[in-house]
């Protein structure tokens, strides 16, 4: 089959200051590992290649380089390179939250932030009062080793803690967001038959306040194993209630300071437990380990983002989602985090610009669609707001536009590194991103990640540079899951990664590694658009018609129908006051025939009134695709995993309407 995909900019849009490059982390280390190896390693790249053809030298330095804390440190780091089932570190022992919680002082460790403005700070010395006092409430609860506990929380300094005096426990965490109903978060955290559920009244979203409560108490009548509810107070609006388990108020537990305790355990032993979005089915239950979140996220946070003590970093991000476990990580490379619990874009667009100046964030986590939107607004950033301290923007959950690179360097700042990232909630990390040493070329992710063997792979399992391939993993990463929650032989964890090229992490996004070292990402290899044989990514149509003023967003798809024919449909939401007239529709089809291909051009251009986006805002081509082919609404996708279900409702009304129209016919 053939493979089609658009080319990037050919000059870099951002390049490294050597003097800069000098001062950082990553130089630091490739010093390490010149001195160790007796080679040198000029070039990023000539780093990233030792990295995967040493893989146990090389993260075994990255567990010398920041120091990190482990009994019984074998000397053979990684006996057992199969995979799955790659054995890092055996007979290490070790603490995620020991290692979050190893700076003490006056110093801010946690700054959030809600909706309405309201602005909290904790030192490192509160942060370790707090989540040892509520690590005494846990064990009065009974909580021990391998116990679950559950958050049902919004993106608040409680949800760290509670996560925080947990994993010191060696109890096992696992949270989701207040926008799941209680069903939703039943099938999420009911799996893990927790011991003790931390739960806020409620929360705030675009100015309204969300009540909690009744969700709360019909969850709880879900988890029979809960034996006490620690109570949160968001809203401010908790009371006293009968109830079958124990109930605790925050500010009481946390009312007396305590050191922390920590129980250093396996090096896989299970840190946290992180859900799937349920697009196909029940959420799968991903497992992570202690170990090897602690040094993939040292090595991804101090050398590729060069966080340390004197940072401040945000992402913005929900409970829901990898990247608040990333946030949380910020806290193991000593900086200080920063949380925000609200509506990106309320009481308007520039919110997250102005939280970025108003506490000096120096790196910041976008997705590509604030990007575009503030772009679409005219926000100017880089003169409205002081944004003197920020030098790098992270961007991830989809491809970022071209476009994009060129608003940030024109509208925010020249100086400004875009950092647009690829990686994933299986391995709660990165494959691919930028580093301080790395050029950015518009379109384009600078490069794999350190100890990351990404490449491309053809259907015959070739590497392939220059054609879109399958975005392969050849050798184990330490943040690959331990295992799959109920999933006792292994036989789910197997089918979702290595059931097309055994031994060998297909990760599901088609993917073209350039002449240069580059990635290029053109969208899930399960929603692959074909023309003619002619593989084509929906990241290409997104990229160009996202971009336009007249369109709020879009969604594309390819159906094979029952009648043997083959259907591209676009559909698009209007901005404001547009209509899908002619003249639309032909700049549209001129703009991405142009800018992509004759082959990209849709069959049909419909309006619709949204488009539906999983929890963590992936659009959700695939479950489309099912409705378009005839599949009921209720096989497709579970409605609580949906940021929208009055979209993905839409679709199924629409599909109905269209295939009675083809029955019609």
């Known amino acids: 089959m053939t493979v089609e995909t658009t080319s990037t900019d050919s000059t870099p849009i951002w390049m490294p200051d050597p003097d800069a490059v000098a001062g950082t982390q990553l130089a630091e280390f490739t010093e390490r590992v010149s001195r160790q190896t007796g080679d040198s390693y000029p070039t990023y790249r000539d780093l990233w290649t030792y990295s995967v053809t040493h893989l146990a030298d090389f993260w075994s330095t990255v567990a010398a380089h920041f120091d990190v804390l482990m009994d019984n440190a074998p000397d053979d780091v990684l006996p057992d390179r199969s995979m799955p089932g790659a054995r890092w570190f055996p007979g290490a022992q070790i603490n995620y939250a020991e290692h979050a919680l190893r700076r003490t002082g006056a110093g801010t460790a946690i700054v959030a932030i809600d909706e309405a403005g309201h602005t909290s700070e904790v030192s490192w010395d509160t942060l370790r009062g707090m989540v040892g006092a509520v690590q005494r409430w846990l064990k009065e609860q009974g909580v021990h080793r391998g116990d679950r506990v559950v958050g049902y929380l919004p993106n608040s300094l409680h949800t760290v803690v509670g996560m925080l005096a947990t994993t010191g426990l060696g109890a096992v965490w696992s949270a989701c967001g207040q926008d799941y109903g209680a069903a939703g978060a039943q099938a999420r955290l009911g799996q893990l038959e927790p011991t003790v559920l931390l739960a806020a009244d409620g929360y705030t979203w675009a100015g309204k306040a969300h009540d909690r409560r009744d969700e709360v108490a019909e969850l709880l009548t879900h988890l029979p194993t809960v034996r006490a509810l620690l109570r949160v107070p968001i809203l401010e609006s908790w009371e006293s209630s009968d109830s079958a388990v124990g109930q605790a108020d925050w500010d009481n537990v946390v009312a007396q300071p ?13 840190l946290w437990v992180l859900f799937s979005s349920g697009t196909t089915g029940v959420p799968k239950g991903i497992v992570h380990g202690h170990g090897g979140v602690v040094i993939d996220h040292l090595r991804l946070l101090g050398l590729h983002n060069n966080l340390g003590p004197a940072d401040r970093f945000f992402w913005y991000t929900t409970t829901n989602w990898m990247m608040w476990n990333m946030v949380a990580s910020g806290l193991l490379v000593g900086a200080t985090i920063v949380l925000y619990d609200g509506n990106p874009i309320y009481p308007g667009p520039q919110r997250l610009w102005e939280i970025t100046a108003d506490h000096h964030v120096s790196v910041l986590g976008l997705s590509p669609g604030y990007l575009i939107g503030s772009a679409k607004a005219g926000l100017h950033p880089g003169t409205d707001y002081d944004l003197s301290r920020l030098r790098v923007i992270g961007c991830t959950g989809a491809p970022l536009p071209a476009q994009s690179y060129h608003w940030v360097h024109d509208e925010v ?51 392939t540079v220059g054609e879109v391939g ?32 055994p031994g060998v992490w297909r990760h599901g996004d088609w993917v073209t590694v350039t002449e240069r070292g580059g990635i290029i990402i053109s969208g899930r290899s399960d929603a692959t658009l074909n023309r003619q044989g002619v593989r084509l990514g929906s990241a290409d149509i997104y990229d160009i018609v996202d971009e336009m003023p007249e369109i709020t967003e879009s969604l594309v798809i390819g159906a094979e129908l029952e009648d043997g024919t083959y259907w591209l ?11 899908l007239d002619e003249d639309l529709r032909v700049r549209i089809t001129d703009a991405i025939r142009t800018q992509a291909s004759p082959r990209h051009v849709p069959d049909d251009i419909i309006a619709v009134p949204a ?52 029955a019609d016919q």
């Open 611 to 662: 488009v539906p986006h999983t929890r963590t805002g992936k659009k959700l081509e695939v479950p489309v695709k099912r409705l378009i082919q005839g599949r009921p609404l209720g096989q497709v996708i579970g409605v609580d995993t949906v940021d929208s279900p009055e979209a993905l409702q839409y679709f199924a009304r629409f599909a109905n309407r269209t295939g009675d129209s083809d």
């Open 258 to 270: 305590a050191e922390p305790e920590f129980v250093r355990v396996e090096f896989s032993d299970p």
């Open 569 to 579: 449909p676009l559909f698009v939401v209007l901005a404001d006051g547009q209509d």
């Open 470 to 501: 399958e975005l392969v993993i050849a050798s184990p990463m330490p943040s690959m899951p331990i295992y799959f929650w109920h999933d006792p032989d292994g036989t789910r964890y197997h089918d979702a990664y290595f059931d097309t090229f």
């Open 413 to 463: 700042g020249a100086d400004i590194q875009v950092a647009s990232t690829s990686g994933g909630t299986d391995v709660v990390s990165g494959f691919a991103g930028a580093a301080p040493a790395t050029p950015i070329y518009p379109g384009e992710i600078a490069t794999p990640l350190l100890g990351v063997d990404l490449q491309s792979w053809n259907e015959n399992g070739e590497p």
